[in-house]
């Protein structure tokens, strides 16, 4: 049964329009009004305007602001600092829609199929809220039910993104973000299809069922639908809560943190794309609960041992074999000095797994160094002409930026030479590709193309 508010469709892409239209009208005179006067656009009054013209929306384009100011190459510091501010936890819908949304999934009755369900929303997002309930065989649910008319904000979102990438292009061509547009589309409607996620959710039990430091919740299916999953609830604390604990603690968290992205990629090729403090918690003993599973990203076989060949171009000074590397990702006509300056920032990514000793993710001023290696990776990439990154590279960068932001977080001190050497010891092509397929198949995964 569908919900009615899904039908006016129309109407919800008009007024998306108008709201981040006026204020991206207003941004777009202010850039080229300082072209005009012969000055340069004021960045940091530009990134205000950016995050006027998307903080009001509650939806995707939230989610995307947050994926873009995780990427500290793709966007200036003042952009970045501006959307960081975006809170994706926004207000929950009231009763009243909760049970107009719940009817349309499950029928009239479906108070029946609970022994309680709470009235109020125990986490709201950019595309849904989670509801606490309590089966009747007294197990404890989360419900997580997509808002209404999802799949027409998505549409109108991509299509203000890409308006909004026009505008920055015009501006700085150190990257062209259009395959970045395209990936973005791809995943956000992804998430959207409930059951995929729960899919995904059964994929990530089976990769990591022999890891006792990562849990995955398991999904209810009588009680779920394309836009709502229910699974069982994971009790756990907010990562920051551990951060005062002692190294032991810290370290332990790190570690099941590491094994819960790395594992599934270099055994499977599979990546969670979406690093977020609200998308896993943690339990006392230092395990890891995964909760979300809507933005997923598979990568070919070739495209993980390229992973493992730049490593080792790097630690080698194989300027061959990075070549061969960026090429194998989709980087073409490459000069050798857009090379070194590709080749700064993943020395830069790389640095903790180059040495063989315990050692903080970043031992130099925080994160103020790394926003001066992107800045200065930026500069370059802008001298040098631009670059266009393979579409694969939002959620890869992404998932390294977040996860290295957890570790400062932790302040974990952990040998990461070790941990990455026994992921990739004795990695061979051809068995992951076996492995993934078939893997793949089982869980109703599409093979990547």
Same mark, same amino acid.
């Given at each position: 049964?569908?919900?009615?508010?899904?039908?006016?469709?129309?109407?919800?892409?008009?007024?998306?329009?108008? #709201?981040?239209?006026?204020?991206?009208?207003?941004?777009?005179a202010r850039m080229a009004g300082g072209r005009v006067m012969g000055l340069d656009a004021d960045q940091a009054a530009i990134a205000t305007a950016l995050k006027e013209a998307l903080g009001g929306l509650k939806g995707p384009l939230m989610k995307v602001a947050q994926i873009l100011a995780t990427v500290p190459d793709l966007l200036p510091a003042e952009y970045t600092a501006e959307l960081v501010q975006l809170q994706t936890n926004a207000p929950s819908m009231?009763?009243?829609?909760?049970?107009?949304?719940?009817?349309?999934?499950?029928?009239? +009755?479906?108070?029946?199929?609970?022994?309680?369900?709470?009235?109020?929303?125990?986490?709201?997002?950019?595309?849904?809220?989670?509801?606490?309930?309590?089966?009747?065989?007294?197990? +404890?649910?989360?419900?997580?039910?997509?808002?209404?008319?999802?799949?027409?904000?998505? &549409?109108?979102?991509?299509?203000?993104?890409?308006?909004?990438?026009?505008?920055? =292009?015009?501006?700085? =061509?150190?990257?062209?973000?259009? &395959?970045?547009?395209?990936?973005?589309?791809?995943?956000?409607?992804? &998430?959207?299809?409930?059951?995929?996620?729960?899919?995904?959710?059964?994929?990530?039990?089976?990769?990591?069922?022999?890891?006792?430091?990562?849990?995955?919740?398991?999904?209810?299916? &009588?009680?779920?639908?394309?836009?709502?999953?229910?699974?069982?609830?994971?009790?756990?604390?907010?990562?920051?809560?551990?951060?005062?604990?002692?190294?032991?603690?810290?370290?332990?968290?790190?570690?099941?943190?590491?094994?819960?992205?790395? $594992?599934?990629?270099?055994?499977?090729?599979?990546?969670?794309?979406?690093?977020?403090?609200?998308?896993?918690?943690?339990?006392?003993?230092?395990?890891?609960?995964?909760?979300?599973?809507?933005?997923?990203?598979?990568?070919?076989?070739?495209?993980?041992?390229?992973?493992?060949?730049?490593?080792?171009?790097?630690?080698?000074? +194989?300027?061959?074999?990075?070549?061969?590397?960026?090429?194998?990702?989709?980087?073409?006509?490459?000069?050798?000095?857009?090379?070194?300056?590709?080749?700064?920032?993943? #020395?830069?990514?790389?640095?903790?797994?180059?040495?063989? #000793?315990?050692? #903080?993710?970043?031992?130099?001023?925080?994160?103020?160094?790394?926003?001066?290696?992107?800045?200065?990776?930026?500069?370059? $990439?802008?001298?040098?002409?631009?670059?266009?990154?393979?579409?694969e590279f939002v959620l890869m960068d992404r998932a390294a930026i977040g996860l290295g932001s957890v570790f400062l977080h932790l302040k974990a001190e952990i040998n990461w030479y070790k941990l990455f050497h026994n992921l990739i010891g004795g990695f061979d092509e051809k068995a992951l590709a076996k492995r993934q397929k078939k893997t793949l198949i089982k869980f109703n995964i599409p093979l990547p193309e």
């Open positions: 049964m569908a919900d009615n508010s899904d039908n006016a469709s129309l109407g919800g892409r008009v007024k998306r329009y108008a #709201r981040v239209g006026a204020a991206m009208g207003g941004m777009a009231g009763w009243a829609f909760v049970k107009r949304r719940m009817a349309s999934e499950l029928g009239p +009755d479906w108070q029946d199929a609970f022994a309680s369900f709470d009235r109020q929303a125990a986490a709201a997002a950019s595309l849904g809220q989670v509801h606490r309930a309590v089966g009747h065989d007294g197990l +404890d649910l989360a419900c997580k039910l997509q808002y209404p008319a999802m799949a027409s904000a998505v &549409e109108a979102d991509l299509r203000q993104l890409k308006l909004i990438f026009a505008l920055y =292009r015009r501006y700085d =061509r150190a990257i062209d973000p259009s &395959e970045i547009h395209a990936e973005l589309s791809d995943r956000l409607h992804e &998430e959207l299809d409930y059951r995929r996620e729960a899919d995904n959710m059964a994929l990530y039990a089976h990769m990591l069922k022999d890891d006792p430091g990562v849990i995955v919740p398991q999904t209810v299916p &009588e009680l779920s639908t394309d836009r709502l999953l229910t699974m069982n609830w994971l009790e756990g604390a907010p990562l920051m809560s551990f951060v005062d604990d002692g190294r032991a603690a810290r370290n332990a968290v790190a570690m099941n943190m590491f094994h819960a992205w790395y $594992l599934p990629f270099y055994n499977y090729g599979v990546i969670h794309g979406d690093p977020h403090l609200g998308n896993y918690s943690v339990r006392p003993n230092g395990a890891v609960n995964l909760v979300d599973f809507g933005c997923i990203r598979v990568f070919k076989p070739s495209f993980v041992r390229a992973v493992i060949d730049l490593y080792r171009a790097l630690c080698d000074e +194989d300027q061959d074999l990075a070549v061969s590397a960026y090429e194998t990702w989709g980087f073409t006509d490459l000069s050798l000095e857009m090379i070194e300056v590709l080749n700064h920032w993943a #020395r830069f990514i790389y640095a903790p797994l180059m040495e063989d #000793r315990e050692r #903080r993710i970043q031992e130099t001023e925080g994160g103020v160094y790394g926003a001066r290696v992107a800045g200065k990776v930026h500069r370059e $990439l802008r001298r040098l002409g631009g670059v266009t990154p393979p579409r």
